[in-house]
């Protein structure tokens, strides 16, 4: 059995951690700045001037449009990739 370290239980420490990471992803996400709904992985999203628009939102757009976008998952470029080595 685990003892508490500074008094923090284990369930405690779990949510702490927990709630730091959901933060972390919080701020971190784009959101609409008419409906402030989170776009979809895949969903095409517009820039505005003011900010960001999703799809949904796009005519009431507010200032002068500047290009949309795919939304990409967040670990995009992550891959891991096998490579073939050359012969020795």
């Not at 003011?50 to 992550?78: I, K």
Request: hydrophobic share 35%; net charge positive.
């Amino acid at each position: 059995m685990l003892r508490p370290i500074l008094g923090i239980s284990e369930k405690d420490l779990e949510r702490r951690l927990l709630r730091k990471g959901v933060g972390a992803l919080e701020a971190a996400r784009p959101c609409c700045s008419a409906c402030g709904r989170t776009p979809l992985v895949g969903e095409l999203v517009h820039r505005f001037s003011r900010g960001l628009v999703c799809e949904l939102c796009r005519p009431h757009g507010r200032g002068s449009f500047v290009a949309s976008e795919r939304v990409t998952h967040s670990e995009r470029g992550h891959a891991v990739r096998l490579r073939v080595r050359p012969a020795a």
